[in-house]
Nanobody, 122 residues
Framework: VQLQASGGGLVQAGGSLRLSCAAS????????VGWFRQVPGKEREFVGA??????YYDDSVKGRFTISRDSAQNTANLQMNSLKPDDTAVYYC??????????????????WGQGTQVTVSS
């Protein structure tokens, strides 16, 4: 599976962005899709995931970010509202079959998109 992430950009604090992760295969709907972010010098950190129709979020984004899936388009989306400067990072989508207890672990995701930069100005 090849993943293509898009939708990043520069936004002011309080603004919104919508990231998309497009997959090359129709079986994409069977995968868990995770969104992660990374800043230079730090490890890739979990943002949220969608697995079997349920969504999971890190506490830092809960209530502000929403993950959805469009099976007809083979995409998974990350709607980000009320953005903060601390949300600035390269955002990645990953796909795989992590067990629920490992859903936050990036090593459990087999396929990755190329990353898209999100910059939130204060």
């Amino acid at each position: 599976v090849q993943l293509q992430a898009s939708g990043g950009g520069l936004v002011q604090a309080g603004g919104s962005l919508r990231l998309s992760c497009a997959a090359s295969e129709g079986t994409f709907s069977t995968y868990t899709v995770g969104w992660f972010r990374q800043v230079p010098g730090k490890e890739r950190e979990f943002v949220g995931a969608i697995r079997s129709g349920r969504t999971y979020y890190d506490d830092s984004v809960k209530g502000r970010f929403t993950i959805s899936r469009d099976s007809a388009q083979n995409t998974a989306n990350l709607q980000m509202n009320s953005l903060k400067p601390d949300d600035t990072a390269v955002y990645y989508c990953g796909a795989g079959w992590p067990i629920l207890s490992e859903i936050r672990n990036p090593s459990q995701y087999r396929y990755w998109g190329q990353g898209t930069q999100v910059t939130v100005s204060s």
